[in-house]
């Protein structure tokens, strides 16, 4: 109990804020403004209030209108809120217009989105990603509340025009920026390096908006434990691991970090190295939490987040998740239309429809497969192992010549994944292997 009471004095109190403009709906402002608090809860906040406001255009100094700025201010008094989070990005212009005015610590959707990352982060890689996104978050934002970023000078430059002081964050700002990016270049390197040395296997990244169920469909798909839990950005570092989706049937499955609704692109930057392997991937499983009462608006989401990666021309299998919770057949029957063939249903949690699971995505894998007949010289025994590593053999046959040297030849039927035969093609036309 006394743990409890602990967390509960160090959690803040929060008023949320959401403005509509004059073509949205109010059900995704609803919708958005329930996430956000969501967001507040992970990021270890208490909302005690929401306000919204419709307005044909938005104020450039305070983003609401004066009545609405007071408005807040009188709900933070009656509350005794101690931060205002807005559910859209602002200008610096406007928070420090709003700060001053409403007279208490003031976080837009981004800052709480960095803020939670900056929590979860454990890997010295999401450390480095996550602050190379907040100081380019920050550099932006500076005034003199930031001249604590120079501690090594001491009071210097704080006790006369600001601007010097803020001149000199900035200045550190860009070269920690600097330096993090070199940091994360080399962390690109290494990965590249990794993906290449996995190139022999089809690879396959679950993505999905975020509390999906990615991580828990990753346990129970590889037999792993990845961290899981039911809180928003669970995961934020990239896990790869080998599993068999049938006793020949090989693949490389990546659990990758849950996209959301205005993701900062930002974070998108940073966390390069991470989603590429999204980019890289044969074949992505989207993950759906089916009982989210705005799925079809997550399901929006992930596909925008996919087309600003590139990836959304990959062959992609719909999962819908947590089908142990569903009650009603005819939004399963629904989905199916929509989606048939590429839909699996599942319960990641209770193992149910993994199987069924398996088969699809074998279906979906090998649906594209490149079939040849190729006659090859029994010498090149790294060239046929490397086939059968990459490739389904259907039939082998050998001939050799009855001779002194012992030469002979070796006939393969088989098939392959696109970018596999695209890798061994120029070596079999250089071989003149392909047979009629």
Same mark, same amino acid.
């Given at each position: 109990?006394g743990?409890?009471?602990?967390?509960?004095?160090?959690r803040?109190?929060?008023?949320?804020?959401?403005?509509?403009?004059?073509?949205?709906?109010?059900?995704?402002?609803?919708?958005?403004?329930?996430?956000?608090?969501?967001?507040?809860?992970?990021?270890?906040?208490?909302?005690?209030?929401?306000?919204?406001?419709?307005?044909?255009?938005?104020?450039?100094?305070?983003y609401?209108?004066?009545?609405?700025?007071?408005?807040?201010?009188?709900?933070?008094?009656?509350?005794?809120?101690?931060?205002?989070?807005?559910?859209?990005?602002?200008?610096?212009?406007?928070i420090?217009?709003?700060?001053?005015?409403?007279?208490?610590?003031?976080?837009?959707?981004?800052?709480?989105?960095?803020?939670?990352?900056?929590?979860?982060?454990?890997?010295a890689?999401?450390?480095?990603?996550?602050?190379?996104?907040?100081?380019?978050?920050?550099?932006?934002?500076?005034?003199?509340q930031?001249?604590?970023?120079?501690?090594?000078?001491?009071?210097?430059?704080?006790?006369?025009?600001?601007?010097?002081?803020?001149?000199?964050?900035?200045?550190?700002?860009?070269?920690?920026?600097?330096?993090?990016?070199?940091k994360?270049?080399?962390?690109?390197?290494?990965r590249?390096t990794?993906?290449?040395?996995?190139?022999?296997?089809?690879?396959?990244?679950?993505?999905?908006?975020?509390?999906?169920?990615?991580?828990?469909?990753?346990?129970?798909?590889?037999?792993t434990?990845?961290?899981?839990?039911?809180?928003?950005?669970?995961?934020?570092?990239?896990?790869?691991?080998?599993?068999?989706?049938?006793?020949?049937?090989?693949?490389?499955?990546?659990?990758?970090?849950?996209?959301?609704?205005?993701?900062?692109?930002?974070?998108?930057?940073?966390?390069?190295?991470?989603?590429?392997?999204?980019?890289e991937?044969?074949?992505?499983?989207?993950?759906v939490?089916?009982?989210?009462?705005?799925?079809?608006?997550?399901?929006?989401?992930?596909?925008?987040?996919?087309?600003?990666?590139?990836?959304?021309?990959?062959?992609?299998?719909?999962?819908?998740?947590?089908?142990?919770?569903?009650?009603?057949?005819?939004?399963?029957?629904?989905?199916?239309?929509?989606?048939?063939?590429?839909?699996?249903?599942?319960?990641?949690?209770?193992?149910?429809?993994?199987?069924s699971?398996?088969?699809?995505?074998?279906?979906?894998?090998?649906?594209?497969?490149?079939?040849?007949?190729?006659?090859?010289?029994?010498?090149?025994?790294?060239?046929?192992?490397?086939? @059968?590593?990459?490739?389904?053999?259907?039939?082998?046959?050998?001939?050799?010549?009855?001779?002194?040297?012992?030469?002979?030849?070796?006939?393969? @039927?088989?098939?392959?994944?696109?970018? @596999?035969?695209?890798?061994?093609?120029?070596?079999?036309?250089?071989?003149?292997?392909?047979?009629?």
């Open positions: 109990m743990e409890n009471a602990a967390t509960d004095v160090l803040e109190r929060a008023v949320l804020v959401g403005v509509r403009t004059r073509d949205d709906e109010s059900w995704r402002l609803d919708s958005s403004l329930d996430e956000l608090a969501l967001l507040a809860d992970t990021a270890g906040a208490d909302v005690v209030e929401r306000i919204t406001q419709a307005l044909p255009q938005l104020n450039a100094a305070t609401i209108g004066s009545g609405k700025v007071s408005e807040i201010a009188a709900a933070v008094k009656s509350h005794d809120a101690n931060l205002v989070i807005f559910d859209d990005d602002l200008s610096p212009v406007q420090r217009n709003l700060e001053k005015a409403i007279g208490c610590k003031l976080v837009d959707r981004s800052g709480l989105i960095l803020d939670i990352f900056a929590q979860r982060a454990k890997t890689t999401a450390k480095t990603q996550v602050e190379l996104a907040q100081l380019d978050y920050m550099r932006t934002r500076l005034t003199r930031w001249t604590h970023l120079s501690r090594q000078y001491g009071g210097i430059g704080s006790k006369g025009p600001g601007e010097t002081q803020i001149e000199t964050d900035r200045r550190l700002i860009r070269d920690r920026i600097k330096t993090l990016k070199a994360l270049d080399r962390i690109d390197t290494q590249a990794q993906r290449k040395n996995r190139a022999e296997h089809t690879r396959v990244s679950l993505v999905g908006y975020t509390n999906a169920g990615k991580s828990t469909l990753m346990n129970a798909l590889a037999d434990k990845v961290h899981a839990e039911d809180r928003l950005f669970a995961t934020l570092d990239a896990t790869t691991r080998l599993t068999y989706l049938a006793s020949n049937k090989p693949v490389l499955i990546s659990d990758t970090v849950g996209f959301i609704r205005k993701l900062p692109h930002r974070l998108i930057e940073s966390f390069k190295s991470t989603l590429d392997e999204v980019r991937s044969d074949l992505l499983l989207h993950v939490d089916m009982t989210h009462p705005g799925f079809e608006e997550q399901i929006r989401v992930v596909n925008e987040t996919l087309t600003e990666l590139g990836a959304n021309t990959k062959p992609t299998l719909m999962v819908f998740n947590k089908i142990d919770l569903m009650h009603d057949q005819r939004l399963m029957v629904g989905l199916r239309h929509a989606y048939e063939p590429d839909i699996a249903f599942v319960s990641a949690a209770r193992g149910i429809g993994l199987e699971l398996k088969e699809h995505l074998i279906d979906l894998m090998e649906r594209n497969f490149v079939e040849a007949r190729v006659e090859l010289p029994v010498s090149q025994s790294q060239l046929v192992s490397h086939i @059968h590593r990459i490739a389904e053999v259907l039939s082998e046959e050998y001939t050799f010549r009855d001779d002194e040297e012992g030469t002979g030849i070796v006939r393969l @039927h088989f098939r392959a994944a696109p970018h @596999h035969f695209d890798d061994l093609r120029p070596e079999l036309v250089r071989l003149e292997a392909f047979a009629d």
